[in-house]
């Protein structure tokens, strides 16, 4: 039997996050999400996909240490991304930079120590070009901050509030991991046939550029800013669903029900955006609810994780246009958690297709053919 899309096809076993469509769940190695962005930091997560457990104080002391070894970018990754035109999409840049820093590079498959530099290098490339873009040099990486504050100091220049780091922190948690989504499954793809751990990242990019997948909270804010206002919600949503054009930040592959991310980040947008905005970006989500409802009253459609990421990366002062490469800071540690799963118990990922052309066919000579 030919399913579209693979949906419902189990192609893979993970003990590293499970998704309950049905009720609303997340799990990360049996930990729930919201368990998770109330009471741990990204660092954290990323230990337990790694290693299996939540760290004790020793354990992540090591790793913040490890991470904060591999912020400054190797000589080799400055000439290329002098190079890349201004006008060049952050989440290109990434997938470009990515692929070099495996240049020259001896091959290995991929192991811990390279998931733990690459964490720690993408947010660094990312900054570096936007910096570069906007015409200012970049910036020396520091040991003393967090991941996420690292992140949005190497940005700006300076050091994050405490509720700014927070919110990014909460998010990257949020985003570290999904099951086999197209990225990750792309990257496992990758890792199945022994290749190496940049070839990897660089396809797991270029699955999450994709605006169906992480291209989607830019469009998200592109809704809110073209809406403006509450009063313009419902005709804009009206002419737009007329148009057969999709409401972004709606709907989701796996839940048929609330997406337990987007609730966390609803609460978290009310903490961080300026109340006229979120009092936008909630009318502009229940008028979306309720517009989809009324279309399709047979479907159960929900916000998903994408509308409120969009407030939130906002908020914490991120251009749009970073917002989807931000997800891949976010998805790193998944993501690299993934390839080394697969390599533990691996076999080359090789699903077939049903040939659906002609069957028997003759070859007419070049110059008789019309």
């Given at each position: 039997?030919?399913?579209?899309?693979?949906?419902?096809?189990?192609?893979?076993?993970?003990?590293?996050?499970?998704?309950?469509?049905?009720?609303?769940?997340?799990?990360?190695?049996?930990?729930?999400?919201?368990?998770?962005?109330?009471?741990?930091?990204?660092?954290?997560?990323?230990?337990?996909?790694?290693?299996?457990?939540?760290?004790?104080?020793?354990?992540?002391?090591?790793?913040?240490?490890?991470?904060?070894?591999?912020?400054?970018?190797?000589?080799?990754?400055?000439?290329?991304?002098?190079?890349?035109?201004?006008?060049?999409?952050?989440?290109?840049?990434?997938?470009?930079l990515v692929s070099a820093l495996g240049a020259g590079q001896p091959f290995t498959r991929p192991d811990l120590a390279q998931a733990i530099a690459l964490t720690a290098q993408v947010p660094a490339l990312?900054?570096?070009?936007?910096?570069?873009?906007?015409?200012?040099?970049?910036?020396?990486?520091?040991?003393?901050?967090?991941?996420?504050?690292?992140?949005?100091?190497?940005?700006?220049?300076?050091?994050?509030?405490?509720?700014?780091?927070?919110?990014?922190?909460?998010?990257?948690?949020?985003?570290?991991?999904?099951?086999?989504?197209?990225?990750?499954?792309?990257?496992?793809?990758?890792?199945?046939?022994?290749?190496?751990?940049?070839?990897?990242?660089?396809?797991?990019?270029?699955?999450?550029?994709?605006?169906?997948?992480?291209?989607?909270?830019?469009?998200?804010?592109?809704?809110?800013?073209?809406?403006?206002?509450?009063?313009?919600?419902?005709?804009?949503?009206?002419?737009?669903?007329?148009?057969?054009?999709?409401?972004?930040?709606?709907?989701?592959?796996?839940?048929?029900?609330?997406?337990?991310?987007?609730?966390?980040?609803?609460?978290?947008?009310?903490?961080?955006?300026?109340?006229?905005?979120?009092?936008?970006?909630?009318?502009?989500?229940?008028?979306?609810?309720?517009?989809?409802?009324?279309?399709?009253?047979?479907?159960?459609?929900?916000?998903?994780?994408?509308?409120?990421?969009?407030?939130?990366?906002?908020?914490?002062?991120?251009?749009?246009?970073?917002?989807?490469?931000?997800?891949?800071?976010?998805?790193?540690?998944?993501?690299?958690?993934?390839?080394?799963?697969?390599?533990?118990?691996?076999?080359?990922?090789?699903?077939?297709?049903?040939?659906?052309?002609?069957?028997?066919?003759?070859?007419?000579?070049?110059?008789?053919?019309?």
């Amino acid at each position: 039997m030919i399913t579209t899309g693979l949906e419902n096809v189990v192609v893979a076993q993970t003990a590293l996050s499970r998704v309950d469509g049905e009720r609303g769940g997340l799990i990360y190695r049996g930990y729930d999400i919201h368990d998770l962005a109330r009471a741990v930091s990204f660092e954290e997560v990323a230990h337990l996909f790694w290693y299996g457990a939540l760290p004790t104080r020793a354990q992540l002391d090591a790793l913040r240490t490890q991470l904060a070894a591999h912020r400054a970018l190797p000589d080799a990754a400055w000439p290329i991304l002098r190079a890349l035109p201004p006008n060049t999409a952050p989440v290109d840049a990434l997938r470009t930079l990515v692929s070099a820093l495996g240049a020259g590079q001896p091959f290995t498959r991929p192991d811990l120590a390279q998931a733990i530099a690459l964490t720690a290098q993408v947010p660094a490339l990312l900054a570096a070009f936007d910096r570069a873009r906007r015409g200012l040099a970049p910036l020396a990486p520091r040991d003393d901050l967090d991941h996420a504050a690292h992140y949005l100091y190497l940005l700006s220049g300076r050091v994050p509030t405490e509720q700014q780091k927070r919110a990014l922190d909460t998010y990257l948690i949020l985003l570290a991991d999904h099951g086999l989504n197209a990225s990750t499954f792309a990257a496992r793809v990758v890792a199945s046939t022994w290749s190496d751990v940049y070839s990897c990242i660089t396809a797991a990019l270029g699955a999450l550029k994709g605006p169906l997948h992480g291209g989607a909270p830019a469009r998200v804010l592109d809704m809110l800013q073209a809406i403006g206002a509450a009063e313009n919600a419902e005709r804009w949503m009206r002419d737009a669903l007329a148009r057969q054009e999709r409401l972004m930040g709606f709907g989701h592959r796996m839940y048929k029900t609330a997406d337990p991310r987007a609730e966390i980040l609803r609460d978290l947008a009310r903490e961080v955006c300026a109340p006229d905005f979120f009092a936008l970006a909630q009318h502009v989500e229940e008028t979306g609810l309720r517009l989809l409802h009324e279309q399709r009253p047979a479907e159960r459609i929900y916000t998903n994780v994408e509308f409120y990421s969009a407030a939130v990366l906002h908020a914490v002062g991120l251009p749009k246009d970073l917002f989807t490469a931000t997800f891949a800071v976010a998805r790193m540690s998944g993501w690299t958690a993934h390839i080394l799963e697969q390599l533990s118990h691996n076999r080359i990922i090789r699903p077939d297709a049903e040939y659906v052309g002609p069957l028997v066919q003759s070859v007419i000579p070049l110059d008789q053919r019309k």
